[in-house]
Nanobody, 123 residues
Framework: VQVLESGGGFAQSGNSLILSCTTA????????MGWFRQAPGREREFVAA????????NYSPSVKYRFTISRDRGSATAYLQMNLLKPEDTAVYYC?????????????????WGQGTLVTVSS
């Protein structure tokens, strides 16, 4: 399954960006989707996840109340609205899909990954 991210780029501190994620072909049903990020020299970390129905979301404390994950119900398209960006949000952001409907936060439970999109936030 090919996972495609878009929407990365440059932003000034305090501004917003939105990331999108979709698949090139239809996945099976009941897929949770998540966003992870990796900054230079750091391990990949969980950002946000959404359940298959979109009704349940899960956030890292570092982005809660600033970022919002959503998805088109019943489809493999998800979004990450990032507000009040900070320089420490600078990272490569990865979209991932898992063969479970749950909004999980563990990278190893996701089976399909995109190539990542770079987000750079300047102070």
């Amino acid at each position: 399954v090919q996972v495609l991210e878009s929407g990365g780029g440059f932003a000034q501190s305090g501004n917003s960006l939105i990331l999108s994620c979709t698949t090139a072909r239809r996945t099976s049903s009941n897929n949770g989707m998540g966003w992870f990020r990796q900054a230079p020299g750091r391990e990949r970390e969980f950002v946000a996840a959404v359940s298959w129905t979109g009704g349940i979301t899960n956030y890292s404390p570092s982005v809660k109340y600033r970022f919002t994950i959503s998805r088109d119900r019943g489809s493999a398209t998800a979004y990450l609205q990032m507000n009040l960006l900070k320089p420490e949000d600078t990272a490569v952001y990865y979209c991932a899909i898992r063969r479970s409907a749950v909004a999980g936060n563990t990278p190893s439970t996701y089976q399909y990954w995109g190539q990542g999109t770079l987000v750079t936030v300047s102070s």
